[in-house]
């Protein structure tokens, strides 16, 4: 009970608002003491409220008050408009499809990796569904190839010493390997020669149909497409993952713990 009243007292703490509020009485209590100190000896208006016989209302402020605003004019900017906010590792906990439960406290460096592997997904065919009616399974095998090669090569480019360093690090290299090896490559290396020779073939005897035609005549079509959209299910929801991971929230209701 104690541990939370004082996490809360903390974030109470570091609230935007609340250190505003804070500036904005120092800006008060100082032009208060200034004006005390020029003040003539009659005493100072700061502000003056008066009453004129036509009943109307007649409002002077005095150049301290004019400063005040301005001063709680732009701490009020400073607190309160929206900019970067520094980075701040948050524990990220998700499931993804044939790989488990990614647990992970990442720091900006692995965010990076994260991001650039959830690029690498979201544009090529992997994290996309497969659509029956306009896409070509070749053309979605070329493009696993291809996301294949880059994910590899990311890992490749992660220097030693930052896997040595970082715990989390070296969990997303294994969870990116992870993924080639248990996602895609069972998929490619059942089907990929097999359909790619029988394609080659029928496309060679009749050049006029249609790629979704032809393709439809594989005999194992039904199963090849099942497996197929399968893979994509288990990329894309991997790619979300890599996503709470590189923005630090996530994916289940889109907040950070």
């Not at 720091?107 to 990796?113: L, P």
């Not at 930052?162 to 090896?181: F, G, H, M, P, T």
């Not at 399968?230 to 929230?249: K, P, T």
């Amino acid at each position: 009970m104690r541990a939370r009243l004082w996490e809360g007292f903390k974030r109470f703490y570091k609230s935007r608002i609340i250190q505003g509020l804070f500036f904005m009485v120092l800006a008060l209590a100082g032009i208060l003491l200034l004006a005390s100190q020029f003040a003539p000896s009659t005493g100072l208006d700061l502000l003056r409220f008066q009453l004129l016989k036509d009943a109307s209302l007649s409002v002077s402020m005095s150049p301290w008050i004019v400063a005040l605003i301005i001063l709680w004019t732009l701490i009020a900017w400073w607190f309160v408009w929206p900019r970067g906010q520094p980075w701040e590792a948050t524990e990220i906990n998700v499931d993804v499809a044939r790989v488990g439960k990614i647990v992970m406290r990442p720091n900006q460096e692995t965010a990076g990796i994260a991001h650039r592997a959830w690029a690498e997904i979201m544009t090529r065919k992997a994290g996309l569904p497969f659509d029956e009616e306009h896409d070509v399974v070749v053309e979605v095998y070329d493009s696993w190839y291809q996301l294949f090669s880059e994910i590899r090569s990311l890992v490749k480019t992660i220097p030693v010493e930052k896997l040595r360093s970082s715990e989390d690090a070296q969990k997303l290299c294994d969870y990116l390997i992870q993924v080639l090896n248990q996602v895609l490559r069972p998929h490619l290396t059942r089907y990929q020669a097999a359909f790619r020779s029988w394609y080659k073939q029928q496309t060679s005897d009749d050049p006029n149909e249609s790629p979704q035609s032809v393709q439809r005549r594989y005999p194992q079509y039904t199963e090849l497409i099942a497996d197929l959209k399968s893979v994509n299910e288990s990329m894309v929801d991997f790619a979300s993952a890599l996503w709470a991971i590189a923005r630090g929230r996530n994916q289940e209701n889109g907040s950070s713990t």
